[in-house]
């Protein structure tokens, strides 16, 4: 699976990454907390091989990513703010997917799931945050992949696609898929996820499950006990 091995990462004078080991645990949900500015993105975007480390390893089933792109295939990838084509259609999006990826996906069940039936005919440009959110979470989850690395995938949903996604993500679970997300919607740690990393000025600060941080932090919640350690952070550190 996926290992990180003292990675570091610099831009400029700016440290954002400073050195630190995770496992991301197979068959798992490991949420990725911190503030803006921790690191989570840069974390991730040197998981998928988007931003080169300055120092460090990450591997994936034991071999370094590095110049190794193949790796990437086995990873579902959502971010956190999509940008497509304005002038294509859902439809048309869906299908320059595939062909990208040179494999047909399974989009038929996914559009049913986030109701997107009207919307395969509709220009991008058209759509709401949250529709375009749905679109984003299809494109996710069309292609089979052991690994899926989500980027705040909560983001712009309604009620019910939120609890639509909460379903899809424990149904892969079942099925032995591993989980990475990050996210500021602290009752879905809560509820799905089986451990937590939170990232505190490019280190790890904490790393086990929600009820152990609760317990450290003698609070009853996670926005309570992360709220608690930010304060404290902040009065050692003015």
Partial sequence: MIEIHGIEKRFGRLEVLKGFDLSVEPGKITAILGPNGSGKTTLIKSILGLVIPNGGKITYDGQPIANNWQYRRHLGYLPQIARFPENLTVKELIALIEEVRGEKGQSASLIQRFDLQGFQQKKLRQLSGGTRQKVNLVLTFMFDCPIYILDEPTSGLDPIALIRLKDLITEQKLQGKTFLLTTHIMSLVEE???????????????????RQMLQAENESNLERAIAKILEKEHAENP
């Fill in 192 to 210: 799905i996820a089986d451990q937590l990393v939170f990232l505190l000025e490019g280190k790890v600060y904490f790393r086990g499950t929600h």
